[in-house]
């Protein structure tokens, strides 16, 4: 499953109808979603990996708005996400936004879309996607933007984009007795390209609070603002993750 990053929303176009009828709202089937967490979680993941360690669980909201802002390592991070913050973690459920080619693919789409996902085109984000987000978000829900836009296979924060930050300053707008809160999250795999047998270690940072970004400033300078904070956040995670490991070998 790939999971994309929406660009800035004044990059949204509209879309052609093959793509618009792909994007539905994201929903989750309580029985799937049971099912694919304890396969994930006591199956698949213990086998597949050596080692899993989750750091600052606690810093995660059990209730409220919520945008899960991840480092993206590997095709893993989506599975990894859920052991770390999901159901049987937390009691929540997560939302996703997914790629609308990996939504196209009809056996693959129909989980996606019953596991909490939902398409963007990342070529040309629609504003559907943009206000599913948003809706998702005031409803109270926990959603998870991946804030590099990729897949990067190395060891340091790659430059994030400015669309979640936008996103949660928008949110945070129609919430005006509530806090929207961004929660950075470092995966770290003991291998650049995961393999079978290998380490994976999350750590979760204390949660940014959305609600101080939007007094007295534009909403260009808020924007940029929270983007700058959450990456020094994701880098301050990594940077410790790293020092952690070279005193442990």
């Not at 199956?43 to 945008?67: A, H, M, Q, S, T």
């Not at 937390?90 to 129909?110: A, Y």
């Not at 809706?135 to 590099?148: H, S, V």
């Not at 795999?189 to 750590?203: A, E, K």
Request: hydrophobic fraction near 40%; include cysteine.
């Amino acid at each position: 499953m790939t999971l994309v990053y929406p660009h800035r929303p004044n990059s949204i176009a509209p879309q052609n109808s093959r793509s618009r009828s792909a994007i539905a709202p994201s929903k989750i089937s309580p029985w799937l979603a049971r099912l694919t967490y304890l396969v994930g979680r006591y199956c698949l993941l213990p086998l597949y990996f050596n080692r899993i360690e989750v750091n600052g669980r606690e810093n995660i909201p059990l209730d409220g708005p919520v945008i899960l802002a991840p480092t993206h390592r590997s095709r893993w991070d989506a599975m990894v996400l859920a052991y770390a913050a999901g159901k049987l973690a937390t009691g929540r459920d997560l939302r996703f936004m997914v790629s609308i080619n990996e939504m196209n693919r009809k056996v693959q789409g129909w989980f996606i879309r019953r596991l909490g996902g939902f398409a963007v085109n990342p070529q040309r984000p629609s504003a559907d996607s943009l206000h599913h987000s948003i809706d998702l978000l005031c409803q109270g829900e926990m959603l998870t933007i991946f804030p590099e836009g990729d897949i990067f296979h190395q060891r340091f924060v790659e430059s994030l984009k400015r669309g979640l930050a936008a996103i949660a300053l928008q949110a945070q707008a129609k919430l005006p007795e509530e806090t929207v809160k961004i929660l950075p999250i470092s995966i770290h795999y003991s291998q650049l390209y995961p393999s079978f047998g290998c380490d994976v270690t999350i750590d979760i940072g204390q949660a940014i609070a959305v609600s101080r970004y939007g007094t007295g400033k534009s909403t260009k300078k808020a924007s940029q603002q929270l983007t700058a904070d959450l990456e020094d956040a994701l880098r301050n995670l990594h940077e410790w993750e790293e020092i952690r490991e070279y005193v442990v070998c």
